[in-house]
T-cell receptor, first 115, second 114 residues
């Protein structure tokens, strides 16, 4: 069964430092998509970045990059030069391509950026 | 403006009183989904729909019903709500044609069942 694990319930990081949020996944499918979402204290869910299982390069979107290690089944989010506005809850999610169109989320990591 | 609209945003009600949370999207998306968010548990998928008249169970479907009679609407129905369904609910939609389509979320509905 598909599963997403985020092992860091909370993190504190100094402003301007880089931060890595961990995500490991479990699937028997060869085709799948991995997503990261941000949820600020205001509650909305914001899409950050996507990585496909067949993508050969790690995805990047501005200050966000995804450290994709397929053999280890990990898809860690890296935020460079963190800002106070990065303080939020972050969720990793996966959708398999085998015909089961469920989407599963991890339990999230709450990130606190310290001034 | 492309958006997913949920109503109501907040609801306090009592055990056993049927309620419906509406969800509508204006992006012509095939895929629609309902999630509940509980502290320490992340988001869990309740039901999803790949297209009109096609719905499937997510990981926590018990106590919920959905329907997809039109492409834009995907209401969530609690026929006999119970206190353990107190939660924050999100509706989301995406283009169903590819794995790389992110979910577009509504603003959430905070539901309290007394």
């Amino acid at each position: 069964a598909q599963k997403i694990t985020q092992t860091q319930p909370g993190m504190f990081v100094q402003e301007k430092e880089a931060v890595t949020l961990d995500c490991t996944y479990d699937t028997s499918d060869q085709s799948y998509g991995l997503f990261w979402y941000k949820q600020p204290s205001s509650g909305e869910m914001i899409f950050l970045i996507y990585q496909g299982s067949y993508d050969e390069q790690n995805a990047t979107e501005g200050r966000y990059s995804l450290n994709f290690q397929k053999a280890r089944k990990s898809a860690n989010l890296v935020i460079s030069a963190s800002q106070l506005g990065d303080s939020a809850m972050y969720f990793c999610a996966m959708r398999e391509g085998s015909g089961d169109d469920k989407i599963i989320f991890g339990k999230g990591t709450r990130l606190h950026i310290l001034p | 403006e492309a958006q997913v609209t949920q109503n109501p945003r907040y609801l306090i009600t009592v055990t056993g009183k049927k309620l419906t949370v509406t969800c509508s999207q204006n992006m012509n998306h095939e895929y629609m989904s309902w999630y509940r968010q509980d502290p320490g548990l992340g988001l869990r998928q309740i039901y999803y729909s790949m297209n009109v008249e096609v719905t499937d169970k997510g990981d926590v479907p018990e106590g919920y019903k959905v329907s997809r009679k039109e492409k834009r609407n995907f209401p969530l129905i609690l026929e006999s709500p119970s206190p353990n369904q107190t939660s924050l609910y999100f509706c989301a939609s995406s283009s169903g044609t590819g794995l790389n389509q992110p979910q577009h979320f509504g603003d959430g509905t905070r539901l309290s069942i007394l």
